[in-house]
């Protein structure tokens, strides 16, 4: 049956702004506001006027504080990812032969697998989350899946305000006799920043200073570590 | 401009809505569903509506606070109707009889004397036609629902509404 959007449903208007149609009626009137400015506008003035009332009718109750910092977290990632070349130049640079880091895509499916998940998956991206919500007053980067990533592997580096400079990864564990090594490269140089030896959800402290421009890396290392990376990055992102 | 700066993808802008209207956002879930968690999870949900909205957005059709909140509730209700137990999926009357709940305002989100103009709106409604935008808006009840849970005829119900959604318009839109 068509619609016949010609109408002005003038009447339903404020039930539409309560959302208090049947299907129906909330089908006809969406539908006539696609095309029709002066309801648009009436409508607009319904809405105002109850959301003035909602605000005020609104319970006390204090957010979490660190509600905010998981929403602009949760989508911090998305802005490297239309910012294509932040990192991905600057890690091939560094490697000794250049990396297909497709880092657009790959970081689209970082993205998704991060924070876009639901169920299952939803809640171990919310206890990645939280792992970096408590860095309200610092900046965390991306870092963005490399080629040769383990599925679902994911990181961020957290520069505080004060203190030292980490990442937070999640991980699957390494394979025996070897360990995630983070490096800060400045230039071209790669300087060894940290070990771990463990799997799942775990931080590595920098021990090297991190500088605007930089690029932080994590590689596949002997267990002991590298003097040198010894393999290509799985997780990269630029300062 | 914030809208604008969301749609382009910085993601700080959205922690700059958040600042301006996060507070309001949350004290309407928390009022809406059961409990801190869900309105801290719809919350989430919500931001991450307007993340991708943000595109569509048009000033001249609405505040962005409207819109902000307008998205706020919407998840809300969409919680109680897929993810909210089945006690939790219904308000009941009573809960969602008062539009606004005397005492349970946070008095840092509007000034004052704008509260003011808004309580006396509300308040000078007849209570009839407050109990039924109260019913729609926080219970999230249609018009059908509302007229068999208050064994109230459907066309009186539809004239609550409109009459009293025209009188807060007339008191507390200026623009007029």
Redesign the interface.
């Known amino acids: 049956m068509s619609i016949d959007r010609t109408r002005h449903p003038l009447?339903d208007l404020?039930?539409y702004?309560?959302?208090?149609?049947?299907e129906a009626e909330r089908a006809f009137v969406e539908a006539h506001l696609e095309t029709c400015?002066e309801c648009?506008?009436e409508?607009?003035?319904?809405?105002?006027?109850?959301?003035?009332?909602?605000?005020?009718?609104?319970?006390?109750?204090?957010?979490?504080r660190d509600?905010?910092a998981?929403?602009?977290?949760?989508?911090?990632g998305?802005?490297a990812?239309?910012e294509s070349d932040w990192g991905g130049a600057r890690a091939r640079a560094w490697l000794a032969r250049p990396v297909p880091l497709a880092l657009p895509l790959a970081l689209a499916v970082f993205l998704v697998v991060s924070f876009v998940a639901v169920g299952t998956a939803r809640r171990e991206a919310d206890a990645y989350a939280r792992a970096l919500a408590g860095v309200a007053d610092g900046r965390v980067v991306a870092l963005a899946a490399q080629k040769d990533a383990p599925p679902d592997a994911r990181g961020a580096l957290v520069i505080p305000r004060s203190g030292d400079p980490y990442v937070v990864l999640e991980l699957s564990s390494p394979p025996t006799g070897k360990a995630w090594e983070a490096w800060v490269i400045k230039g071209q140089h790669p300087t060894a920043a940290g070990v771990s030896g463990s799997g799942g959800l775990f931080t590595i402290v920098l021990s090297a200073p991190v500088g605007a421009g930089d690029v932080v890396a994590v590689t596949l290392e002997p267990a002991a570590g590298s003097r040198a990376p010894t393999s290509d990055p799985i997780l990269a992102g630029g300062t | 401009m914030l809208v604008e700066r969301i749609a382009g993808?910085?993601?700080?802008a959205?922690?700059d809505l958040?600042?301006r209207y996060?507070?309001?956002a949350?004290?309407?879930l928390?009022?809406m569903l059961p409990g801190?968690e869900a309105?801290?999870e719809v919350?989430?949900d919500a931001?991450?509506a307007v993340?991708r909205r943000a595109s569509s957005y048009r000033p001249?059709?609405?505040?962005v606070?409207?819109w902000l909140?307008?998205i706020c509730?919407?998840a809300a209700?969409d919680w109680r109707r897929t993810r909210g137990k089945r006690s939790e999926r219904e308000v009941s009357i009573d809960t969602a009889a008062?539009?606004?709940?005397d005492g349970?305002?946070?008095e840092r989100?509007?000034d004052a004397l704008?509260?003011e103009r808004?309580?006396k709106?509300?308040s000078e409604l007849p209570a009839e036609q407050r109990d039924v935008?109260s019913l729609?808006?926080?219970g999230?009840?249609?018009?059908?629902e509302?007229a068999a849970r208050t064994n109230t005829p459907l066309g009186t119900v539809?004239s609550r509404?409109?009459l009293?959604?025209?009188k807060?318009?007339e008191?507390?839109?200026d623009?007029?």
Not at chain 1, 70 to 76: N, P, S
Not at chain 2, 60 to 63: I, T
Not at chain 2, 140 to 144: A, D, K, L, N, V
């Open positions: 009447e404020p039930a702004a309560l959302g208090a149609l049947e400015d648009a506008r409508l607009a003035q319904f809405e105002q006027a109850l959301y003035e009332a909602a605000a005020v009718g609104a319970a006390r109750a204090d957010p979490p509600l905010r998981r929403i602009v977290l949760r989508h911090r998305t802005r990812r239309r | 993808g910085d993601a700080e959205l922690g958040y600042d996060g507070r309001v949350f004290g309407m928390y009022r801190p309105a801290e919350a989430q931001f991450h993340w001249e059709r609405g505040a606070r409207t909140l307008a509730r919407n209700i008062d539009l606004i709940a349970r305002v946070d989100v509007v704008r509260e808004v309580r709106a509300v935008l729609a808006f926080w999230g009840y249609s018009q059908t509302i539809k509404v409109r009293g959604m025209t807060l318009r008191r507390l839109v623009e007029r």
